[in-house]
T-cell receptor, first 113, second 106 residues
Framework: NAGVTQTPKFQVLKTGQSMTLQCAQD?????MSWYRQDPGMGLRLIHY???????DQGEVPNGYNVSRSTTEDFPLRLLSAAPSQTSVYFC????????????FGPGTRLTVT | AQRVTQPEKLLSVFKGAPVELKCNYS??????LFWYVQYSRQRLQLLLR??SRESIKGFTADLNKGETSFHLKKPFAQEEDSAMYYC????????FGTGTSLTVIP
């Protein structure tokens, strides 16, 4: 199993550009989530999904969109990139949210200039 | 919502010294907490979970219901323990603590 995969690993955007961060898992997990990691701020939840077709907002959803058309994929879209979105983004998946381990992807390092 | 707090953002200890990373929770009920670790430029991975009561890489975590804490401990720190550590409540694992960056000084 590949586990949780993310692409790209690195990305540089100009302010105002849009892009999609890809996340996929091959463990048939229902729960998937996106986090951003910033120095001193820890991991903050952007959006999450409890199954195909179901998504919800986390702590810091502004400027991001998600969709979950399949169990395997959970892309994160930046609508109009801003320097404040410079961060490392992690995708994660799990069987459930109660007492189940989360499996993380390798991360995407995004810089917005 | 069940939340956890990690009061120390940065922690430095010398190699061979004991280390304790603090995690406090603020909810009632039977807490079951997880500790995750992130080594430099790697993905987060589960270190240990309370319910399993395992010792992983020499780390243990003691649940103290009186103090509502789930601190991560290791008697003798090693340089390879330098990493970012996060605790999370498994009933709402979307919300991690803010993390503690541990540096073990040679």
């Amino acid at each position: 199993n590949a586990g949780v995969t993310q692409t790209p690993k690195f990305q540089v955007l100009k302010t105002g550009q849009s892009m999609t961060l890809q996340c996929a898992q091959d463990m048939n997990h229902e729960y998937m989530s996106w986090y951003r990691q910033d120095p001193g701020m820890g991991l903050r939840l952007i959006h999450y999904s409890v199954g195909a077709g179901i998504t919800d907002q986390g702590e810091v959803p502004n400027g991001y969109n998600v969709s979950r058309s399949t169990t395997e994929d959970f892309p994160l879209r930046l609508l109009s990139a801003a320097p404040s979105q410079t961060s490392v983004y992690f995708c994660a998946s799990s069987y459930g949210i109660m007492s189940y381990e989360q499996y993380f992807g390798p991360g995407t390092r995004l810089t917005v200039t | 919502a069940q939340r956890v707090t990690q009061p120390e953002k940065l922690l430095s200890v010398f190699k061979g010294a004991p280390v304790e990373l603090k995690c406090n929770y603020s909810y009632s009920g039977s807490p079951e907490l997880f500790w995750y670790v992130q080594y430099s430029r790697q993905r987060l991975q589960l270190l240990l979970r309370h319910i399993s009561r395992e010792s992983i890489k020499g780390f243990t975590a003691d649940l103290n219901k009186g103090e509502t804490s789930f601190h991560l401990k290791k008697p003798f720190a090693q340089e390879e323990d330098s990493a970012m550590y996060y605790c999370a409540p498994p009933s709402n694992q979307f919300y991690f603590g803010t993390g503690t960056s541990l540096t073990v000084i040679p």
